[in-house]
């Protein structure tokens, strides 16, 4: 699996937004770039995830560098519930059912 | 429509005896993965289950840990003989069937803590 590289924590203030980093400078052109969360003593939650262009959800948006090598996650005003601990993962197109190989990921801490 | 469930929440164990963990997927998954979290460490994968049929074990321990996803009912982990390092909170995930980028969706996870 190629590697991501992300800050091990940030920090914000809320209602601020939030830009957080991941490098993936040995991404193939079949890896898509996903992102998941995890808040204190829950699972996993799914963010957002894409290929090549910009995405938007009703939780954030993700840019992509053109050149694919780093994508950057935008939490565009950040709340309390946002603190958690963000991971960049990439997956490869195939078949389907592949596991999520997570990293340290960025520990995002909130401030009111 | 239920999110995945496990359970227990809690399970504590003495070294030597057995845990079965407990995984029920959301509605019309049928591809359901586990992960492992040590304290203080990231998540890992274990194994990646369809129904009846294991499709990737390549995370799980080779001894004491097994794993199944019946016909009917729910997926189990098991771990046999459980020693003080198995301390872990284990998450499962499950996936609908179509889909190359499917996202998974985590339950609570199970807290696993020997004595």
């Known amino acids: 699996d190629a590697k991501t590289t992300q800050p091990n924590s940030m920090e914000s203030n809320e209602e601020e937004p939030v830009h957080l980093p991941c490098n993936h400078s040995?991404?193939?052109?079949?890896?898509?770039i996903h992102w998941y969360r995890q808040l204190p003593s829950q699972g996993p939650e799914y963010v957002i995830h894409?290929?090549?262009s910009n995405v938007n959800n009703r939780m954030a948006s993700l840019a992509i560098a053109e050149d694919r090598k780093s994508s950057t996650l935008i939490l565009h005003r950040a709340t309390l519930r946002d603190a958690a601990v963000y991971y960049c993962i990439l997956r490869r197109v195939e078949t389907s059912g592949s596991r999520l190989t997570f990293g340290e990921g960025t520990q995002l801490t909130v401030n009111p | 429509n239920a999110g995945v469930m496990q359970n227990p929440r809690h399970l504590v164990r003495r070294r030597g005896q057995e845990a079965r963990l407990r995984c029920s997927p959301m509605?019309?998954?049928?591809?359901v993965y586990w992960y492992r979290q040590l304290p203080e460490e990231g998540l890992k994968f274990m194994v990646y289950l369809q129904k009846e049929n294991i499709i990737d074990e390549s995370g799980m321990p080779k001894e004491r840990f097994s794993a199944e996803f019946p016909k009917e009912g729910p997926s189990i982990l098991r771990i046999q003989q459980v020693v003080r390092g198995d301390s872990a909170a284990y998450f499962c995930?499950?996936?609908?069937?179509?889909?190359?980028?499917?996202?998974?969706?985590f339950g609570p996870g199970t807290r696993l803590l020997v004595l």
């Open positions: 995930a499950s996936s609908p069937p179509a889909g190359l980028q499917e996202t998974q969706y």
């Open positions: 894409g290929l090549t």
């Open positions: 040995t991404i193939s052109g079949t890896d898509y």
């Open positions: 509605k019309g998954h049928s591809h």
